[in-house]
């Protein structure tokens, strides 16, 4: 089965930028999505399709995915930006959806 | 307004099955794939099955730790997703939220959550 790895934490000043890894074998090759789940509540939907943002969803907020990589990029953080991030794809092979194990940011 | 309202959830002692409801409204309900994903207490989510539109042939999928007791189902006419819980064990202790998936199989659209202790 398809894995994904993200790293458990990241901690980030405020103002400074937070780069949230996703590794997979070929990644690159698949549609990344990204959700934001702040604690008492459900996930929320921030990045689709590897870049693209949901309306609502602040610019701040950006995406890449290539070779055995996606990232979840946010610029200017700030205290709101706390919450747990996963990365999610469909793996094709098995028809089953795939979420990474999440990471916890921390703003300092 | 999209909305996605899970219900059903409750304590259950292991070996019991449990239903539990995704009632929806504010979009075409039947031509959207729907998907269940749990999180267990202090845990990530874990994705636990889902049922395609019934143009797609309505079939479904499920995750190697729910397949043969958990079965997904849909009624168009209500706009509502069920998930079938058999053989419950102490390990299916979670907040099940139904999600609705997108054109690139995103979920666009969650639920609030239902607790099943087991």
């Known amino acids: 089965s398809y894995v994904l790895t993200q790293p458990p934490s990241l901690s980030v000043a405020p103002g400074r930028t937070a780069r949230i890894s996703c590794g997979g074998d070929n990644i690159g090759r698949k549609s990344v999505h990204w959700y934001q789940q702040k604690p008492g509540q459900a996930p929320v939907l921030v990045i689709y399709?590897?870049?693209d943002r949901p309306s609502g969803i602040p610019e701040r907020f950006s995406g890449s995915n290539s070779g055995n990589t996606a990232t979840l990029t946010i610029s200017r953080v700030e205290a709101g930006d706390e919450a747990d991030y996963y990365c999610?794809?469909?793996?094709?092979?098995?028809?089953?959806?795939?979420f990474g194990g999440g990471t916890k940011l921390t703003v300092l | 307004e999209v909305q996605v309202v899970e219900s059903g959830g409750g304590l259950v002692q292991p070996g019991r099955s449990l239903r539990l409801s995704c009632t929806t409204s504010g979009f075409t309900f039947r031509d959207y794939a729907m998907s269940w994903v749990r999180q267990a207490p202090g845990k990530g989510l874990e994705w636990v099955g889902f049922?395609?539109?019934?143009?797609?042939?309505?079939?479904?999928e499920y995750a190697a730790s729910v397949r043969g007791r958990f079965t997904i189902s849909r009624d168009d006419s209500k706009s509502i997703a069920y998930l079938h819980m058999d053989s419950l064990k102490t390990e299916d202790t979670a907040i099940y939220y139904c999600?609705?998936?997108?054109?690139?199989?995103?979920?666009?659209?969650w639920g609030q959550g239902t607790l099943v202790t087991v």
């Open positions: 999600a609705r998936e997108g054109q690139q199989w995103q979920f666009d659209y």
């Open positions: 999610h794809v469909w793996d094709s092979s098995s028809d089953h959806r795939v």
């Open positions: 399709y590897n870049s």
């Open positions: 049922i395609k539109s019934k143009t797609y042939g309505g079939t479904g």
